[in-house]
């Protein structure tokens, strides 16, 4: 027979992905012919063609077909060889076969996760599905376990290994644990042998992978508020009060374990205001109304204390939110500057106020004496320089038995003796900031705001308007009623006569010697005539060297000569008077007025009594008094 009737075998050749794994050299598949002939004819050996490529693969003689490199599917999966047969015969015959060498996929990669943290979230006290987890697996559908590799807290969750479900079974409190961090694994169920290059196979492994899956634990309000103390205990000053000033803030003395979104608290009052039976009428009558209550906790006062106030009152309060409530006892004391005092300490307002109940608790227990906490306030030096790097705790003492507040000075006696009788506790102190202890009296404000100094200038000027009205009007009044006076007076007649008849020729104003003060002279013109007629000798004149042509008879005038000055607006020119004797010129006119009667006139003439008119006082009724004439 001849090589020509050399048959090959398995035209497809498929290597198994393990092929991947071996060594170079390895041989994967040995191919076989067969020869119809006999002897050396039927004799075959196999080779590559000329046209393939000998890169990937090596062909012995017998057919073994062996890797000369590392292959993986992901970079080829197909190759195309032709295997020849050829005999030994002569001539030799041979035969071709194209063969294609199909690699086979196997596990070589592990399932992936498209990220590396998972976060899930659980409300706190719920038992239920939180979520999934889930891989892929790029070497196909060789199926993926899920477990719960490691974390916290693993015995309160479970996974469903098929789907990757997480479930929590045991409460988590937010108040315990706020975040809990679990390892889930994912692994395929194809193993992937261990082979070495020497064709020995170990123990199979599996492609596994794993993620970290954050699980938040969220907060809901499940704990109520708690008062941190049944008894709160502040002081308030009876001198320094206003209405309206806080006296404690009860949200410090608060706490609660949820989340501050779920400690929104409200605040009120559990009962009516109480007080000590020591109490005056003074601070009992209002009791209702002596404090405020503020749902945000603040509480303030609500009414001016009296000296005589000496009480402590008992405000029961309460705070609740959704979740439940807590009670506490306010109690508040009035005291006096003379009870405060004042320790001073290194550091700011804030770093002081966190230690200040533990600082007062402290003190309490060493000197048997309850300590209460005042306000905070910046260091202020005698000559009021402000220190801002040290704090002053302004505070007040109680006695334990008898409820009785220390004075000042014996706060500070109480205070020395325990500091040397202590020294470890005075270290302690020392390490806090603790400086001194001093005598905290607050001295009279006398100092006025902007808006108290503006009410007294607008009372001053008020004051000072009013005083120069009363002022105007009572000049006014003063120079109408002296007006009116000298009115009156200047409107006496100057002549005396006797009967009503001869009156009528006397006008009021006549006065001459009177017009620069008199607002009616010259008013008549008749009048006027017979003041400026220079012919008329008057007979009431006192000069006796009156002297005149002789033009008949002496005409008998009742007008006055005599010159009576009146000033409206100054004053009476009185040293002129107190000169001349009114009686006594008096009673030389009438003799001279006799004689002029016996001698010259006839009894039908107008005789007219001269009166002469020196001063005019009025009383205060504006009536002419006995001594004006």
């Known amino acids: ?271 009516p205001i109480q007080t000590d039976a020591t109490t005056p009428d003074a601070c009992a009558s209002n009791i209702m109304n002596t404090f405020v209550l503020n749902t945000n906790g603040s509480v303030l006062t609500n009414m001016l204390f009296q000296d005589d106030c000496e009480s402590s009152f008992n405000l029961p309060v309460l705070v609740n939110d959704t979740a439940g409530n807590s009670t506490a006892l306010v109690k508040i004391n009035l005291i006096l500057d003379s009870q405060i005092g004042k320790m001073v300490f290194f550091g700011n307002k804030q770093s002081l106020q966190d230690m200040q109940e533990q600082i007062m608790d402290r003190w309490s227990r060493i000197t048997n004496h309850e300590f209460v906490p005042e306000n905070i306030e910046t260091h202020s030096e005698p000559d009021g320089t402000i220190d801002v790097k040290r704090s002053d705790q302004f505070f007040y003492v109680k006695e334990p038995l008898t409820g009785r507040i220390l004075s000042s000075e014996e706060i500070q006696r109480l205070v020395d003796k325990h500091l040397s009788e202590n020294y470890d506790f005075e270290m302690e102190l020392r390490k806090e900031g603790f400086i001194e202890i001093q005598k905290a009296v607050s001295e009279p404000n006398t100092g006025m705001d902007n808006s108290t100094r503006t009410r007294y200038a607008l009372i001053g000027v008020v004051v000072v308007l009013g005083i120069i009205m009363c002022v105007t009007f009572f000049l006014f009044w003063n120079s109408s009623n002296r007006y009116k006076r000298r009115l009156k007076a200047a409107k006496l007649t100057t002549g005396s006569p006797d009967t009503k008849e001869q009156q009528k020729d006397i006008l009021p104003g006549s006065n001459k010697y009177s017009q620069h003060v008199n607002p009616v002279f010259n008013k008549n013109p008749a009048v006027y005539d017979e003041i400026n007629d220079t012919d008329r000798i008057s007979l009431n004149s006192i000069d006796s060297n009156n002297v005149g042509p002789s033009r008949g008879p002496l005409k008998k005038s009742g007008l006055e000569e005599k010159e009576v000055t009146l000033d409206m607006y100054g004053e009476d020119d009185y040293d002129v008077i107190k000169k001349v004797d009114p009686l006594r010129e008096l009673l030389h006119s009438k003799d001279l007025q006799t004689e002029c009667e016996t001698n010259q006139f006839s009894d039908e003439e107008d005789i007219r009594r001269p009166v002469e008119v020196y001063n005019f006082d009025y009383g205060r009724d504006g009536d002419m008094e006995a001594t004006d004439i």
Not at 9 to 24: E, G, H, R, S, Y
Request: charged share 20%; with cysteine.
């Open 1 to 271: 027979m001849y090589a020509a009737n050399a048959t090959l075998l398995d035209p497809v050749v498929a290597i198994d992905t393990t092929a991947n794994q071996l060594c170079p050299s390895t041989i994967v598949y040995t191919f076989t012919a067969t020869d119809k002939d006999y002897g050396i004819n039927a004799a075959v050996e196999y080779e590559f063609s000329n046209t393939t490529d000998h890169s990937t693969f090596t062909l012995h003689k017998n057919g073994s077909l062996g890797v000369k490199t590392k292959m993986d599917i992901d970079d080829k999966e197909t190759y195309s060889l032709l295997i020849m047969a050829k005999d030994k015969g002569k001539p030799p015959l041979s035969t071709s076969l194209p063969v294609n060498v199909i690699l086979l996929n196997i596990n070589d990669n592990p399932p992936t996760f498209s990220t590396t943290q998972i976060t899930l979230h659980v409300e706190e006290n719920q038992l239920r599905d939180i979520g999934n987890v889930t891989a892929q697996d790029p070497d196909g559908s060789n199926g993926i376990r899920y477990s719960i590799s490691g974390g916290t807290y693993l015995d309160h969750f479970k996974i469903n290994d098929v789907s990757g479900s997480i479930t929590v079974t045991k409460p988590l409190d937010h108040e315990t644990v706020t975040n809990v961090k679990l390892t889930v694994e994912a692994r395929d169920l194809m193993p992937v042998p261990d082979v070495t290059c020497d064709g020995n196979t170990k123990e199979h492994v599996f492609n596994k992978t794993s993620v970290t899956v954050n699980v938040n634990v969220i907060d809901v309000n499940d704990n109520p508020p708690i008062f941190t103390t049944r008894v709160i205990t502040r002081g308030i000053r009876k001198t320094n009060t206003k209405i309206g000033a806080k006296v404690v803030d009860l949200k410090t003395f608060v706490t609660d374990a949820d989340s501050a979104e779920n400690s929104r608290h409200s605040f009120y009052m559990n009962g």
